[in-house]
């Protein structure tokens, strides 16, 4: 069973139109919601962590949201340097540390 | 910036050989972990590690795989007879003991032939 999952798989915007990521996760108790950028061949690049639904991040053109259900990336008239997968995570209380993945959704941005 | 550093960058080896994969956590991180991706799924947890000791395990990280923290400043993932399907991206991770997210290295990516 998939505790997250994110959509869409994959989202090509015009440089400039702004869009949103999602990611819904149905740990019981949630310890923390993470997001990270991946670009090709390298490691996951922390972006943010959020605790508590109604919480909201932002840096530079991104702005996480969670809800009790799902959270979303917001993503403001993004560039071409914005192109990479964002990856969605969960932490699930009581259950220990491990982070749990979904797979991603993949952002092309077409200048 | 600190940041975890993972050597090699890439490896290739038979299968059946012993692999090493080593990590330098962030130096004031507690926590490490090791984490896996398969080209084109997703980043699965193998082993997180506290205190010198193991504090979680996934049902992948089976006797082929055992970690280490050597000295004060590098944590290692030995994987003892490698397989075909151990062909993966590695990261590794490190976390402050007072924060929930942790950061990851640029990973290594093994290949066994």
């Known amino acids: 069973e998939d505790q997250v999952t994110q959509s869409p798989e994959a989202l090509r915007l015009q440089e400039g139109e702004s869009s949103s990521l999602n990611c819904s996760y149905t740990v019981s108790g949630l310890r923390g919601l993470f997001w990270y950028r991946q670009d090709p061949g390298k490691g996951p690049e922390f972006l943010f962590t959020?605790?508590?639904a109604g919480e909201e991040k932002e840096k530079e053109r991104l702005k996480a949201t969670l809800t009790k259900k799902e959270s979303f990336l917001h993503i403001t008239a993004p560039k071409p340097e914005d192109s990479a997968t964002y990856l969605c995570?969960?932490?699930?209380?009581?259950?220990?540390?491990?982070?749990?993945f979904g797979t991603g959704t993949s952002l092309t941005v077409i200048p | 910036e600190p940041e975890v550093t993972q050597t090699p960058s890439h490896q290739v080896t038979q299968m059946g050989q012993e692999v090493i994969l080593r990590c330098v956590p962030i130096s004031n991180h507690l926590y490490f972990y090791w984490y896996r991706q398969i080209l084109g799924q997703k980043v699965e947890f193998l082993v997180s590690f506290y205190n010198n000791e193991i504090s979680e395990k996934s049902e992948i990280f089976d006797d082929q795989f055992s970690v280490e923290r050597p000295d004060g400043s590098n944590f290692t993932l030995k994987i003892r007879s490698t397989k075909l399907e151990d062909s993966a991206m590695y990261f590794c991770?490190?976390?402050?003991?007072?924060?929930?997210?942790?950061?990851f290295g640029q990973g290594t990516r093994l290949t066994v032939v």
């Open positions: 991770a490190s976390r402050e003991t007072s924060l929930e997210e942790a950061f």
């Open positions: 959020l605790y508590s």
């Open positions: 995570a969960v932490k699930e209380r009581g259950t220990g540390n491990q982070f749990y």
